[in-house]
């Protein structure tokens, strides 16, 4: 493997100049590890491809990928915005003083506390997804007397080449709102009378672990043919467009495309719509999550119990899985991992790495070539940087493991590892239960 060669002189696996065998054993396993750097490196590569090469341009993370108190800082400080699809990653942003309006508020089903929140911490847009939800924006800026800039989520009805699960952009989708001229228009014009909010544009995104610059090319086209019609039936100007995120990035044997390879397609697809169409171009936003932090986070695992299944398969169990990584039980998702105490050993043997969940599917890697391998022994499994953390849960009552964050080299903890007592930290006992005495008469 190529991490593994370039290392020759190590004797375990240097992650952003951190020994990851010595990371274990400070922090324990599991551990998630995220280097600053790797982040940083991103967003600039995102400053100088996107944002300066192309006038009128804006980029947010999505902060679904990763978000912590420490990730917010991080985008702040590298200027860029902020997307957000819940109360809770829009609290997260709001205690590290995220500048509220580098805020993108998303989601199909926001509440109605959820929207008093965004309204009343004046968030910078709100994309609306539906009627129901434009309903009750109209009601809370009107009791709190606030104005709101809002983009219309549109579906684009174009299906992503992706895993079926993250794709949105298709026609029969939950998200957003359907391009049915009588929906659409509707919605248009309904808002345009509304004295509290100001509809700025329209956003759409086609999925998640993209590489076809294609879908981007046709939801484009759908959103300038959408935005022409408006312009000509109604005069409505079109100022921003959000084309989403979902860039794709390197998890087993795929090349990790720069930012360029998805942003000039999508750019020049922008300027020659909008040329033919006859209409000035917008603001253009992009929000990647995954392009962002996804290769910058790995995942430490101790290896526990092998079982050998002559001529079968060799299972070796790690001690999380799909509890901190539920990727490849619900996507299918391929990753590659690497023995972090023995990465100068030829790796000439092929096993399954398991996790200790009680689930035939929490398997994180089938067929990982690894050097002879023993209990106790590190694995690091590579680009966990997304949707790892944020998608962790406690199945089987397993505390979610810490993070580590590399900053310059200094690893620190940004996340606390729970522990047991966090696990029944918010229960609580009936009275009628905590001696057990009272015989219990089943109502019929
Ligand atoms: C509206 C929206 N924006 C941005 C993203 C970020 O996606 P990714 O992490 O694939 O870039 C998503 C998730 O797919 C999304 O639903
Ligand atoms: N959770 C998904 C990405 C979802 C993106 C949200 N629209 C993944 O891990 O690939």
């Known amino acids: 493997?190529?991490?593994?060669?370039?290392?020759?002189?190590?004797?375990?696996?240097?992650?952003?100049?951190?020994?990851?065998?010595?990371?274990?054993?400070?922090?324990?396993?599991?551990?998630?590890?995220?280097?600053?750097?790797?982040?940083?490196?991103?967003?600039?590569?995102?400053?100088?491809?996107?944002?300066?090469?192309?006038?009128?341009?804006?980029?947010?993370?999505?902060?679904?990928?990763?978000?912590?108190?420490?990730?917010?800082?991080?985008?702040?400080?590298?200027?860029?915005?902020?997307?957000?699809?819940?109360?809770?990653?829009?609290?997260?942003?709001?205690?590290?003083?995220?500048?509220?309006?580098?805020?993108?508020?998303?989601?199909?089903?926001?509440?109605?506390?959820?929207?008093?929140?965004?309204?009343?911490?004046?968030?910078?847009?709100?994309?609306?997804?539906?009627?129901?939800?434009?309903?009750?924006?109209?009601?809370?800026?009107?009791?709190?007397?606030?104005?709101?800039?809002?983009?219309?989520?549109?579906?684009?009805?174009?299906?992503?080449?992706?895993?079926?699960?993250?794709?949105?952009?298709?026609?029969?989708?939950?998200?957003?709102?359907?391009?049915?001229?009588?929906?659409?228009?509707?919605?248009?014009?309904q808002v345009t009378k509304s004295s509290y909010i100001d509809l700025k544009g329209f956003h759409f995104h086609v999925g998640s672990q993209l590489f076809d610059q294609q879908s981007y090319t046709k939801a484009i086209a759908t959103a300038v043919k959408l935005m022409e019609t408006l312009y000509i039936k109604y005069g409505f100007v079109t100022e921003e467009l959000n084309t989403g995120g979902g860039f794709g990035i390197n998890y087993t044997n795929e090349e990790t495309m720069p930012i360029h390879y998805f942003v000039d397609y999508i750019m020049e697809a922008i300027e020659i719509g909008c040329r033919e169409a006859n209409l000035k171009i917008p603001t253009i936003i992009i929000e990647p999550g995954r392009w962002i932090v996804g290769e910058a986070g790995i995942t430490l695992y101790t290896l526990g119990a092998i079982k050998e299944i002559p001529e079968v398969r060799t299972y070796v169990s790690v001690d999380g899985g799909l509890p901190d990584n539920p990727r490849p039980a619900l996507y299918q998702a391929k990753y590659k991992a690497i023995v972090a105490n023995k990465i100068n050993e030829a790796a000439d043997k092929v096993v399954t790495i398991a996790g200790k969940c009680c689930e035939t599917g929490d398997i994180l890697i089938w067929d990982l070539l690894v050097p002879t391998i023993e209990a106790g022994d590190i694995l690091a499994v590579l680009n966990t940087g997304a949707y790892n953390f944020s998608m962790a849960s406690n199945y089987n009552r397993l505390p979610r493991p810490a993070v580590a964050l590399i900053s310059d080299g200094e690893p620190q903890v940004i996340v606390e590892r729970e522990t047991y007592q966090h696990l029944i930290e918010r229960e609580s006992i009936p009275s009628h239960l905590i001696n057990n005495k009272k015989s219990f008469n089943i109502k019929k």
């Open 1 to 189: 493997m190529e991490i593994q060669t370039k290392q020759h002189h190590q004797k375990n696996f240097i992650f952003d100049h951190c020994d990851t065998v010595e990371l274990a054993n400070q922090y324990g396993t599991p551990l998630y590890v995220v280097s600053e750097n790797l982040i940083r490196e991103k967003c600039r590569a995102i400053k100088e491809e996107f944002l300066m090469k192309y006038p009128n341009t804006k980029a947010a993370y999505a902060s679904k990928a990763f978000l912590t108190l420490a990730m917010c800082k991080i985008i702040e400080g590298e200027g860029l915005g902020l997307d957000v699809v819940s109360g809770g990653e829009l609290y997260t942003a709001i205690q590290a003083d995220f500048p509220m309006e580098k805020i993108m508020f998303h989601g199909n089903n926001k509440s109605y506390e959820e929207l008093e929140m965004a309204v009343a911490n004046n968030v910078g847009r709100i994309i609306v997804d539906n009627f129901f939800e434009l309903e009750m924006l109209e009601d809370i800026c009107s009791s709190q007397k606030k104005k709101v800039n809002i983009l219309f989520r549109i579906t684009p009805e174009v299906e992503g080449n992706t895993h079926s699960y993250i794709t949105t952009g298709q026609k029969d989708s939950k998200f957003g709102i359907p391009l049915q001229e009588k929906i659409i228009e509707s919605a248009v014009i």
